[in-house]
T-cell receptor
Framework: AQSVAQPEDQVNVAEGNPLTVKCTYS??????LFWYVQYPNRGLQFLLK??????LVKGSYGFEAEFNKSQTSFHLKKPSALVSDSALYFC????????????FGTGTRLKVLA | GAVVSQHPSRVICKSGTSVKIECRSL??????MFWYRQFPKKSLMLMAT?????????EQGVEKDKFLINHASLTLSTLTVTSAHPEDSSFYIC??????????????????FGPGTRLTVL
């Protein structure tokens, strides 16, 4: 069965410090992996994706993620957190069944403290 | 880019009435649209997948007679919550995937999300 895990409900980090939001996945075949951010009462905003190629993916707003096949992880990172990064972050994997469905993680609330 | 809009952004209705939510792809042809429901502080739950011109495929546990989905054109899908009750109050988000002009490698693999619709049933 395909699944995505975000082990942390909440991550707190001080402004200016590096941040990491964790994501691990289980999928048969080559995964398509995504990160989205959601602000209160808003839809999902795309941050970045891994389809193929370089394991380090750079995305919007200074975020990046590293695809690690051996650890089946796709952690989201940013070198220096901003208070405005405080939001809900979702990791997703596109299923390989041909239906193009996304499987979402449970979300991680990031709180950046001033 | 690939822009998806939803209308309305917010709706309040009385119990027993029906509410229609529209999802439009503004600059591409959406061959597939997805409808999600999100409870407060929770993840997105896929309700159904619809392909243009076909009946929607509902996820297990989703009542197809309560949540009517129509995908009549390549740019529009609608979700109608019939005989809404307070427990249907939620944040509904649509997404779309499809083709834009000449298909570029991998473009159709991605879903593009609408801004969501907050439904409150009194």
């Amino acid at each position: 069965a395909q699944s995505v895990a975000q082990p942390e409900d909440q991550v707190n980090v001080a402004e200016g410090n590096p941040l990491t939001v964790k994501c691990t996945y289980s999928v048969s075949g080559n995964p398509y992996l995504f990160w989205y951010v959601q602000y209160p009462n808003r839809g999902l905003q795309f941050l970045l994706k891994y389809i193929t190629g370089d394991n380090l993916v750079k995305g919007s707003y200074g975020f990046e993620a590293e695809f690690n096949k051996s650890q089946t992880s796709f952690h989201l990172k940013k070198p220096s957190a901003l208070v405005s990064d405080s939001a809900l972050y979702f990791c997703a994997v596109r299923g390989t069944s041909g239906t193009y469905k996304y499987i979402f993680g449970t979300g991680t609330r990031l709180k950046v403290l001033a | 880019g690939a822009v998806v809009s939803q209308h309305p952004s917010r709706v309040i209705c009385k119990s027993g009435t029906s509410v229609k939510i529209e999802c439009r792809s503004l600059d591409f042809q959406a061959t597939t649209m997805f409808w999600y429901r999100q409870f407060p502080k929770k993840s997105l739950m896929l309700m159904a997948t619809s392909n243009e011109g076909s009946k929607a495929t509902y996820e297990q546990g989703v009542e197809k007679d309560k949540f009517l989905i129509n995908h009549a054109s390549l740019t529009l899908s609608t979700l109608t919550v019939t005989s809404a009750h307070p427990e249907d109050s939620s944040f509904y988000i649509c997404s779309a995937r499809g083709i834009k002009g000449a298909v570029t490698s991998g473009w159709g693999n991605e879903q593009f999300f609408g801004p969501g619709t907050r439904l409150t049933v009194l």
